[in-house]
């Protein structure tokens, strides 16, 4: 019996370690490939195509923000096909970047210090694989929402619909009696966990319907700080600036992210 039971944890643990083995070997493929995907994209044009949908939600950002300095109109935009233009230099690896560039375009800057600044870094970045590597992979952390603006679901998070709430811890105590009472009376009691179980389904997929880009907002935020969290880590005299605004920003989200895990744990951005 003791053999048989020595046998059956070999076994069992031999099984883990395999499946740890080829899921430590999975990440460090995925990981060789994305860098190597970096370094072939960087100065390409990019394959992706957009549709109108996609355009229009990248453009709110700058939208959102007309009238704090000059903005070219749609007309003129239109003329010089400035969405092409987008298109063929846009190799960033997240909503917010996508967001930032189509601004930078859609506002031009007259300011020369700006100007001056930009091509510092261009210049930098051009020359320093290893240095834009580690900043492109903490990026990468962002990642890309598709199909919906983060800044207008930002802007909107102060105005969500807060009635109603008390549904969920009714539904959520209803369903904790019901599972003890199952194991005072299963039979009947079991139709009844059931019903709630079935009622809890329904509610929360109408609801997620209803919150899911606000949920996305959340996780994109979280996502943010993930690559803050990584920048803290980063040793770079020439970009310290950025990284001190990077530091000031993640101390400043401490409050929100104590709760807000809770969202990124049960919500994944598509």
Sequence with gaps: MKSEWMITLLTAGGILILCAAMIIWDKIRQRKWFLRHLKQRWGTVPDREYTQEELESISHYAKRNEGEQFMIDDITWNDLQMDEIFIRINNTLSSCGEDVLYQILRQPQMDRNVLDE???????FQTHEEERIQVLTRVN???????M?????????????????????LLAGLSAAAIVATLIRPIPCMFLLL???CVSAVVHTRDSKRIEPYLNCFVCILRLLRAADQFEKLDNPVIQTYL?????????MKSFRRGAFLVASTNSVH
């Design 149 to 169: 603006s983060i800044a207008d679901y930002i802007d909107a998070l102060k105005d969500v619909d807060r009635r109603g709430r008390g549904k969920y811890p």
């Design 141 to 147: 952390e962002v990642k890309k929402i598709w199909k």
């Design 195 to 197: 019903l709630m179980l």
């Design 118 to 124: 930009r091509e510092r870094l261009i210049a930098y």
């Design 244 to 252: 001190d605004r990077i530091r000031t920003g993640r101390k400043k």
